[in-house]
Every structure is written in structure tokens, then in C-alpha cells.
T-cell receptor, first 114, second 116 residues
């Protein structure tokens, strides 16, 4: 069974600094997708960034980038120039190319200090 | 279209009662998903529809749970004989017709269920 592990329940970063959130996963599949979702307090979950496993190049979306290490089954999220609005729960998620459901990690609560 | 909507946003019920939640996906999204999220955890998959067909159900979906999507548009999730362990946030997500092998899931705000 595929599992997703986020080993950092909470992280804190100073505004304008950089923070990295960790995620590891376990799968026997070779083709899959990885995601980072953001869930602000009392608001709905939104997609931050995604990575296709067949792509070697790490995905980037403005201040957000990932470090995808397929052999190590690691998928970390780097947030550069952190802003107060980045404060939220961040969930790492996995989906195979074949099935529809996603498997989520337990989440990392990110606090941004002014 | 403002996104996936869910109703109600909050539901408090007594143990043993039945509850029903509704999800309206983004129009033209043919896939609809239900997840359950307990406090301090990530969402857990419950079930998945493509149009009106329920294609996959998690083992988490006991026989007290039933989901429908009768016309391939909105969906309902019913929980019969609620238990305190059913207290959670129930999330709905939808995604558009598949392009290649990837499609993004768009989440609704969730329905928070409290069973007393």
C-alpha cells in the first residue's frame, strides 16, 4: 500500500526567509504524481505544486519549488521569501496514474513570524 | 462558477441519528471524490465517482455510509446511525475530464460533523 509520511508536525519561519517541508512516500509503482496542498485555517485546500514522477526536472511555481528524489522517494517543498499568507497546514499527497484517489500525509503546520 | 460547494458547512447531531451531506462540483467536472479528515490528520479517501458511476470505495466506507451521484452532477453522502467516531471534516473534491493521465482535484470547504 502506498503511504505518505510528513515527519514535521510543525515548522516555523521568519517572514522573507526560506523554509523546507519534508515528505517521503512508499510505493512500488513507477508512474505516479506527487502534490503539495495548502489548507489555510478554516479555508479550503488548494493545490500549491505538483510533480510527475516521470519528469526529472523539479517543478517550480513562483516562490514554491520541490526537490524530487525518486530513488529516495522523497518530495520536499521549499518556500522562498516566506509571506504571512503562507501560514497554513501543508499536505503532501500521492496519486498513481491509474487510480483516482489521493493518499495524503498527516500534514505540517507552518507558522510565519513577522 | 465559484468552485466546489458543500452543504451544510457544519452539522451537529446526536449519536444514532442519520445525516446527509451534499456536494456540488464545479460544472462540467465529471469526477467527484469524498474524503474524511480527522483532527490533526490528512484527508483519507472514501469514495470516487466518474459521472454517476461509483468506481471505487475505501474500506473506511462501512455499510453505514452510502454515497450517490444520481445524475452525474451533485453528490450526497449519507451516514446512518452515526457514532462519535464519525466526527470529522468531510471533504468533497471534483476534477475535470481526464487529459492525459493527470487531472487536478479541486476541493470544497468541507462539512464539519460533530456527533454528540
Amino acid at each position: 500500500a502506498q503511504t505518505v509520511t510528513q515527519s514535521q508536525p510543525e515548522m516555523s519561519v521568519q517572514e522573507a526567509e526560506t523554509v523546507t517541508l519534508s515528505c517521503t512516500y512508499d510505493t512500488s509503482e513507477s508512474d505516479y504524481y506527487l502534490f503539495w496542498y495548502k489548507q489555510p485555517p478554516s479555508r479550503q485546500m488548494i493545490l500549491v505544486i505538483r510533480q510527475e514522477a516521470y519528469k526529472q526536472q523539479n517543478a517550480t511555481e513562483n516562490r514554491f519549488s520541490v526537490n524530487f528524489q525518486k530513488a529516495a522517494k522523497s518530495f520536499s517543498l521549499k518556500i522562498s521569501d516566506s509571506q504571512l499568507g503562507d501560514a497554513a497546514m501543508y499536505f503532501c499527497a500521492y496519486r498513481t496514474a491509474q487510480w483516482g484517489d489521493m493518499r495524503f500525509g498527516a500534514g505540517t503546520r507552518l507558522t510565519v513570524k513577522p | 462558477d465559484t468552485g466546489v460547494s458543500q452543504d451544510p458547512r457544519h452539522k451537529i447531531t446526536k449519536r444514532g441519528q442519520n445525516v446527509t451531506f451534499r456536494c456540488d462540483p464545479i460544472s462540467e467536472h465529471n469526477r467527484l471524490y469524498w474524503y474524511r479528515q480527522t483532527l490533526g490528520q490528512g484527508p483519507e479517501f472514501l469514495t470516487y465517482f466518474q459521472n454517476e458511476a461509483q468506481l471505487e470505495k475505501s474500506r473506511l466506507l462501512s455499510d453505514r455510509f452510502s454515497a450517490e451521484r444520481p445524475k452525474g452532477s451533485f453528490s450526497t453522502l449519507e451516514i446512518q446511525r452515526t457514532e462519535q467516531g464519525d466526527s470529522a471534516m468531510y471533504l468533497c473534491a471534483s476534477s475535470p475530464p481526464q487529459r492525459g493521465t493527470y487531472n487536478e482535484q479541486f476541493f470544497g470547504p468541507g462539512t464539519r460533523l460533530t456527533v454528540l
